[in-house]
C-alpha cells in the first residue's frame, strides 16, 4: 500500500456552527506520477471506501492502475479519507457525526488542496458518497476542476434517500449488533430483487440450512463489523442526506452558468438509491442551459447501485474519452 500521508487543519469552522473551531486530520495517497509532476485525479471514495484506490488491495483496481483508464504512468491520482473513517486511523474519529456535511467534507479537501498547493484539477471522480462530494467541491471551487465525474449519484439528496438514511440512524443507534444489523439492510439497498434472485435462486446451504441470501448478507454483516468503526458508520451514513442540503436548482444551475467544468454523469438504469431517472432529469436541466459541456452515460446492469463496483466494462467505455485526451 502507498504511504499514508496526514496534514492537520486547525480551527476549521462547520458549516453547521461557525462558531465551533475543530482540528480536522485529513489523510491521503498518492498514486502514479508524483505532485505537480502531471495533471492530478482526485477520486473521492464511498461510504465504506478509503483512499487505498489502487494497487493490490485497491478497491477501483479495475478502473486506476498502470495503463488502466486512469492511467498511473500518466497522471496522478490523490485520493482523501473522509475525515472520521477511520482507515488507518483510530485515533481521530468523529463521534458528533450530525455536526457535519458534504459541504464540510468538500471544504476540508479544499482546504487540504491548498496545503499541497494544488490550484487545478483534472477529474474528481467519485462513486455514490464520493460523486456527492465531488458536486460539493464544484459548488466551492466552479472553476478549479476541468472534469466533474458524478457516479451513481446526484447532485441533492432525494427524499427516499433521506428515509434510508434515517432507518439506517436508527439501526445504528438502537441495534445490540448495530455495524452488522444496518448493512444487512443497506445490501439490500444496494442490489436489487433480480440480481439476488439470479445469485442464489432460492436455494439454502446443507450445512446450516440458512438461505444463501440469508448467509451472504450475515457474512456482509460480520465482514464490515470487523473493519468498520460504529462512529465512522454513523458519519458516513450521516453524510449521504446532506448532499446539496439547504442548496435548490436555481443554485445549481447559477453553478452552472458560473463554472468551466465540463461534468459527465453516469447512472445506473436499475440504481434505486440514485436512481436513473432523477440523475438523468438533471442532465436534461443542464442540456437546456447550454452553458457547459454534459455528457450523460448510463450502466445497463441488473445489480442496481453497485454496478459502479461491479460493471468495469461499461464504466471504463464511458470513462476513456475523458481521460485519453
Do not use: C
Not at 432523477?278 to 457547459?292: G, P, S, W
Amino acid at each position: 500500500m502507498e504511504e499514508l500521508y496526514k496534514i492537520r487543519l486547525k480551527e476549521f469552522k462547520l458549516e453547521t456552527d461557525k462558531k465551533v473551531d475543530v482540528t480536522v486530520t485529513l489523510t491521503y495517497q498518492v498514486f502514479g506520477k508524483p505532485l505537480h509532476s502531471a495533471p492530478i485525479v482526485l477520486v473521492n471514495h464511498a461510504l465504506t471506501g478509503n483512499s487505498n484506490v489502487t494497487g493490490e488491495n485497491g478497491w477501483w483496481k479495475d478502473l486506476i492502475g498502470d495503463e488502466k483508464v486512469i492511467d498511473t504512468q500518466k497522471f496522478t491520482v490523490l485520493a482523501f479519507n473522509i475525515p472520521g473513517n477511520g482507515f488507518e486511523d483510530s485515533e481521530n474519529l468523529i463521534e458528533d457525526y450530525k455536526y457535519y456535511t458534504t459541504k464540510d467534507i468538500a471544504a476540508i479537501f479544499w482546504k487540504g488542496l491548498e496545503q499541497l498547493k494544488v490550484e487545478k484539477l483534472f477529474a474528481v471522480i467519485g462513486g455514490s458518497l464520493g460523486g456527492g462530494i465531488a458536486w460539493e467541491m464544484l459548488y466551492l471551487k466552479p472553476n478549479s476542476i476541468e472534469n466533474v465525474i458524478p457516479i451513481a449519484t446526484s447532485w441533492k439528496s432525494s427524499d427516499w434517500l433521506i428515509a434510508n438514511v434515517l432507518v439506517q440512524d436508527a439501526i445504528l443507534n438502537n441495534s445490540n449488533n448495530p455495524i452488522h444489523d444496518a448493512r444487512l439492510h443497506a445490501m439490500l439497498l444496494y442490489r436489487t430483487p433480480e440480481s439476488l434472485q439470479e445469485k442464489f435462486n432460492g436455494e439454502k446451504n446443507e450445512e446450516n440450512d440458512l438461505y444463501k441470501v440469508e448467509s451472504w448478507l450475515k457474512h456482509h454483516g460480520n465482514k464490515l463489523s470487523q473493519r468498520f468503526e460504529l462512529s465512522a458508520y454513523k458519519l458516513m451514513n450521516h453524510l449521504l442526506k446532506t448532499i446539496g442540503e439547504n442548496r435548490n436548482e436555481k443554485y445549481l444551475l447559477n453553478t452552472i452558468n458560473n463554472t468551466t467544468a465540463r461534468i459527465h454523469l453516469v447512472s445506473v438504469n436499475t440504481d434505486y438509491f440514485f436512481t436513473a431517472n432523477e440523475i438523468k432529469n438533471v442532465y436534461t436541466k443542464l442540456k437546456q442551459h447550454n452553458a457547459i459541456e454534459v455528457q450523460y452515460y448510463e450502466i445497463q446492469s441488473k445489480h442496481g447501485h453497485d454496478a459502479f463496483l461491479i460493471e468495469y466494462e461499461q464504466l471504463n467505455k464511458f470513462l476513456a474519452p475523458i481521460f485519453n485526451y
